[in-house]
């Protein structure tokens, strides 16, 4: 993932509850064609449109023409980019928190030893 220039569109297209709500009905049920996809989402037809383009632009989202139907599919490659990227934080923040551990775990004993 080009971190430099995509995150910010990449969590933009994440943050929209009906962009967020598309992607877990196609992690559930897999492929599905637009109008299916559209289905639950009272909204017009170029209004679901914008929102599986921004989602296409972002990465996560490919579609593809099968028969008279265009197919939504994840591009879950996009996801183990993104998956990288919250891991490199998490491995971060694990470290400080251990540091501080550490530190609040010797300053308790320094305590300890001065109280006796």
């Not at 449109?49 to 028969?67: D, P, Q, T, V």
């Not at 470290?95 to 006796?116: I, N, V």
Request: glycine residues 4%; charged residues 30%; hydrophobic residues 40%.
């Amino acid at each position: 993932m080009n971190t430099q220039t995509n995150l910010p569109e990449v969590f933009g297209a994440l943050a929209d509850p009906t962009r967020f709500a598309i992607i877990e009905r196609l992690l559930k049920e897999g492929d599905l064609p637009v109008g299916q996809l559209a289905e639950p989402f009272k909204m017009s037809a170029p209004a679901i449109s914008r929102h599986i383009k921004l989602l296409e632009n972002a990465g996560f989202i490919e579609r593809r023409i099968e028969k008279q139907w265009r197919v939504c599919a994840l591009k879950k490659e996009r996801f183990a980019d993104l998956h990288q990227w919250i891991e490199r934080y998490r491995t971060f923040w694990n470290t400080s928190f251990d540091r501080l551990e550490a530190l609040l775990d010797k300053q308790q004993g320094e305590d300890d030893d001065s109280s006796r």
